[in-house]
T-cell receptor, first 114, second 112 residues
Framework: AQSVAQPEDQVNVAEGNPLTVKCTYSVSGNPYLFWYVQYPNRGLQFLLKYITGDNLVKGSYGFEAEFNKSQTSFHLKKPSALVSDSALYFCAVRDRNRDDKIIFGKGTRLHILP | DAGVTQSPTHLIKTRGQQVTLRCSPKSGHDTVSWYQQALGQGPQFIFQYYEEEERQRGNFPDRFSGHQFPNYSSELNVNALLLGDSALYLC???????????FGPGTRLLVL
């Protein structure tokens, strides 16, 4: 069965520093991978996705993510954090070779400290 | 270009009642998926509608049912509400079943 793990409930980063939000996944076949962000009392906003090709994916708001097949990871990164990046981040996976359900992780709360 | 819209934004019901939530997809999208997000959790897939039929279903009881209309809008119905049904219900739309999903703001349901 497919699954997603976000090992950190919360990540604290000083403004201007680089940030990383971790995600590992498990699927039987090849994955589609996604990152979404959720602001308080809002729905999820799409940030980026990996389908195939280049392992470094660039997305919205300066975020990027690196697909690592050997480590089954898809960590979200940003070179310089902004206070406005503070939100809840979700990693999600879909198994390309099975059904079309997307499985979400539990989320990581990112706090950017001014 | 309107994004995904959901109504109502908030709803309070009592145990045993029935509720209907509504979703209009992003312009040009034909597929609607519904998710339940409990407090402090990630979204859990309920089901997906495409061509007015339920195509995929998550681990939710038959109390949860849905419908998709010819204009691609969708409804989520929950019967015999339980306290545990209290959650944020999210609708997501996409062009096709496997393309990127775009989410609405959600309907927050409180069951007393």
């Amino acid at each position: 069965a497919q699954s997603v793990a976000q090992p950190e409930d919360q990540v604290n980063v000083a403004e201007g520093n680089p940030l990383t939000v971790k995600c590992t996944y498990s699927v039987s076949g090849n994955p589609y991978l996604f990152w979404y962000v959720q602001y308080p009392n809002r729905g999820l906003q799409f940030l980026l996705k990996y389908i195939t090709g280049d392992n470094l994916v660039k997305g919205s708001y300066g975020f990027e993510a690196e697909f690592n097949k050997s480590q089954t990871s898809f960590h979200l990164k940003k070179p310089s954090a902004l206070v406005s990046d503070s939100a809840l981040y979700f990693c999600a996976v879909r198994d390309r070779n099975r059904d079309d359900k997307i499985i979400f992780g539990k989320g990581t709360r990112l706090h950017i400290l001014p | 270009d309107a994004g995904v819209t959901q109504s109502p934004t908030h709803l309070i019901k009592t145990r045993g009642q029935q509720v209907t939530l509504r979703c209009s997809p992003k312009s040009g999208h034909d597929t609607v998926s519904w998710y339940q997000q409990a407090l402090g959790q990630g979204p859990q897939f309920i089901f997906q509608y495409y061509e007015e039929e339920e195509r995929q279903r998550g681990n939710f009881p038959d109390r949860f049912s849905g419908h998709q209309f010819p204009n691609y809008s969708s409804e989520l119905n929950v019967n015999a509400l339980l306290l545990g049904d209290s959650a944020l219900y999210l609708c997501a739309s996409s062009l096709g079943r496997i393309e990127t999903q775009y989410f609405g703001p959600g309907t927050r349901l409180l069951v007393l």
